[in-house]
């Protein structure tokens, strides 16, 4: 995110700034506040020793908040409580005792070994019940005794059979996980597990192996942009060394949370770096111009009191963004936005505080590193801008329109299966399962226990007709066709019946998220409630179609919601209404862009991906699109005709804007590289992406709409030309 970055001599004139009527806005906006934050900066300068060593404690009160804070692995867990899908969850969990569900393939073992490894799954904490096919029925019973699909369910191919085995908490709760990782050690040759409990630990693990590496190239891809465009060789380091402070607080501040999900600790540092870092480079730029004619204390002072309104101005735009991310119903979106919004507003208190004392500690090692930089001349660029407005306009538009549309069309996948690698355990398991038996997936219906016997048979042979439904598995299936009710075990019956309930489990030929596990899902619901209006159907499935649906209605939401936030800012700042119609479409013209892009390249994206990445590079890129405007405003109070002043404003905004978008596009990109989670990599793919497309249209397409749209700006703005020197363009 850019900081409106006065350093580019907007601080030398006497006309208009975006924070008052007057370049010297400390000295006119708000005298009061000014003495306040005056008198806060003369301390932090004054006591910076004291300063640090409360940092420092804070520091390590924060790492044992962020030991403390439990991780949660599972994205269908974040659907909204009252859909059908998680009331059926509440049910199995709470009725049933079937929280949640592993099932162990097992191909050519015998039967003492295999009735041995159940003794010893069954002493597991956390696990509630195994059933094998000795557990299901006596053993006097014939196999063909059963119906030929119930025969499918139990034995299968490669002389294999499975064993269910039930915890006693939720998927992802501590227990599951640690259970799970027992079950594996348990194992024997041949055996393989499978199911979203054994999936999520497995997220679970890997995740706690790459976050360390999305860190470090986080840090190492934004050093190497900030050593190539800062003058001090030292900065960098200091640089990041004052992020540490804001970045450990927020992980420890979550624990008053409760939990987050492993997205947004995947992410939450990496975007933290990278949309907080403006801040440091303002201080510092300020800090700088300020010592030239002041002593050191003095310019810190004087440097934190003029940064303190504009990185409070600027940050608005941005916690606005990510907290647009708890309108969605799916609440991991509440979970992303808290944690970012109060990552920005810690990252902005501790440049407040934190990054001057280290920068007057280390004074004279910046003073002593300095180094040539890259400095971009935009000169060139300028000038074909302002030469081909409407040409750059027309091209935008066009562009824009394409990618929208392609951005409709660009795959999106659902299911967590398709983000992890497929040679992980549980997912192997899961395709053994599939292998085996033809059941990929399964689900659970929970209908009233005033059904009878031939009821419930009646439902599962309608079930067992729907398209893809590979077998019915309810107690009433096993009593009858030759089978006494008195050879079925109790342990069965207490299986399928709880409370005012019934149970049947239903494997599937289908994979959860796929048009047709959709449109089984939907056959399945209408049969349910013509038996039982209070029926419910549940299971990955279920729950991958709630999630379509709800995602559906969050992409809109939060897209209106991060806009109009936006949007009202913007207004309020400007006092224009024009203004923030052509920042908003400049913005929302690259996100287009960045979302159509896979379309084209034969992409599937993941379902977050689509609803938070609008939402982040808006508010997070935004003020690229200020800072030009801001500049643009006071060269024309200047006296500059439309053309002139917005090729002024590239000229000295370019080098901020881009060293803005270059470290965010460096803090994000790394993890494209290392991570082998699908969803972390092409979100952040995503997002690094974004941030070099919205500077590209800022420097090139934003100015152009400026000139162009110069007399509507000055009819819609109020005050916006008033006590100039404006000349008339010829």
């Known amino acids: 995110m850019v900081i409106f970055d006065l350093y580019c001599d907007c601080n030398k004139n006497d006309g208009w700034s975006f924070f008052g009527e007057s370049g010297n806005m400390p000295e006119i906006s708000a005298k009061g506040e000014l003495t306040h934050m005056e008198r806060a900066a003369r301390f932090v300068v004054k006591r910076r020793g004291f300063v640090l060593v409360v940092a420092v404690i804070l520091l390590i009160l924060s790492v044992f908040g962020y030991i403390g804070t439990r991780i949660n692995y599972d994205i269908l867990s ?97 227990q599951t996980m640690d259970a799970i990782v027992q079950i594996k050690q348990i194992m024997r040759t041949d055996c393989f597990l499978g199911g979203m409990s054994a999936i999520l630990e497995d997220t679970k693990e890997l995740v706690n192996q790459e976050l360390p590496k999305y860190v470090v190239c986080a840090v190492l891809f934004s050093l ?120 920005v507003a810690l990252g902005v208190l501790s440049t407040l505080t934190i990054l001057p004392a280290l920068l007057m500690y280390f004074d004279k090692l910046i003073e002593k590193s300095r180094h040539r930089v890259l400095v971009p001349h935009m000169g060139g660029v300028a000038r074909f801008v302002t030469k081909h407005p409407k040409k750059i306009l027309v091209v935008f538009v066009l562009v824009a329109a394409v990618f929208f549309r392609a951005q409709g069309l660009t795959n999106v996948y659902y299911t967590l299966t398709d983000s992890l690698p497929q040679d992980l355990t549980g997912i192997a398991g899961t395709n053994r ?86 449109e089984q899902v939907s056959s399945m619901t209408e049969i349910i409630k013509r038996y039982d209006s209070d029926g419910l159907l549940t299971g990955e499935g279920a729950m991958t179609k709630d999630l379509i649906t709800t995602c559906d209605h969050d992409f809109n939401a939060t897209s209106i919601t991060s806009i109009a936030a936006v949007f009202i800012i ?122 070099i497309i919205s500077m590209l249209v800022i420097l090139l397409v934003l100015p152009a709409m400026l000139v162009l749209c110069a007399p509507i700006i000055r009819k819609t703005t109020y005050h916006w030309l008033d006590n100039s020197k404006e000349r008339v363009e010829k």
Do not use: W
């Open 78 to 174: 974040y659907l909204p409580s009252d859909l059908e899908s998680m009331e059926g969850e509440q049910l199995l969990e709470h009725d049933f005792n079937i929280a949640s569900t592993a099932i162990i393939t097992v191909e050519g073992m015998n039967s003492d070994d295999l009735s041995d490894m159940e003794e010893e799954l069954r002493e597991i904490d956390g696990v509630t019940t195994v059933v094998g096919i000795h557990d299901a029925v006596d053993v006097t019973v014939p196999k063909d005794a059963f119906p030929e699909k119930v025969q499918d369910m139990l034995y299968g191919k490669n002389d294999s059979t499975m064993l269910l085995v039930r915890f006693e908490e939720s998927s992802a709760s501590d």
């Open 224 to 343: 190497i942009v900030l050593f190539l465009f800062m003058e001090n060789t030292a900065v960098p380091l200091i640089f990041m060394l004052g992020v540490l402070f804001p970045v450990v607080y927020n992980f420890g501040s979550n624990i008053f949370l409760g939990e987050i999900s492993y997205i947004t600790q995947a992410l939450a540092a990496v975007l933290q770096l990278g949309v907080t870092m403006d801040f440091s480079i303002f201080l510092l730029h300020r800090y700088q111009e300020e010592k030239v004619d002041k002593p050191n204390d003095e310019a810190m002072v004087s440097a934190i009191c003029k940064t303190s309104t504009s990185i409070l101005s600027s940050s608005l735009t941005t916690i606005a963004g990510f907290l647009a991310m708890c309108t969605m119903s799916l609440t991991l979106g509440a979970d992303i936005g808290i944690v970012m919004a109060k990552g």
């Open 433 to 518: 399962l599939s292998d085996d038996f033809g059941m990929p997936s399964y689900h659970f219906v929970i209908v009233s226990d005033e059904l009878g016997n031939n009821k419930m048979k009646n439902l599962a042979n309608e079930l067992d007709a729907v398209d893809g439904v590979k077998a019915t598995l309810c107690y009433e299936k096993f009593v009858g066709a030759g089978i006494p009710e008195s050879a079925i075990p109790d342990s069965i019956h207490d299986l399928f019946h709880a409370g005012d309930h019934r149970m049947m489990m239903i494997t599937t030929e289908y994979k959860p998220g796929t048009d047709e596990m959709n």
């Open 570 to 691: 913007i207004l309020i700042t400007f006092k224009s209404i024009s203004i923030p119609v052509l920042l908003v479409l400049a913005i929302e013209g690259a996100i287009m862009v960045n979302l159509g892009i896979p379309y084209f390249t034969g992409s599937t994206i993941p379902f977050i991906a689509s609803i938070v990445l609008g939402t982040i590079q808006l508010g997070a890129t935004v003020d690229y699109a200020i800072l030009m405007t801001t500049r643009f405003h006071e060269e024309r109070l200047n006296g500059l005709a439309p053309k002139e002043a917005a090729a002024v404003a590239i000229e000295t905004c370019a080098p901020s804007i881009i060293t803005s978008g270059l470290t965010f596009f460096a803090a994000t990109v790394g993890l494209n590289f290392v991570s082998k989670i699908d969803l972390i990599r092409s979100l952040c793919l995503l997002i690094s992406r974004g941030a």
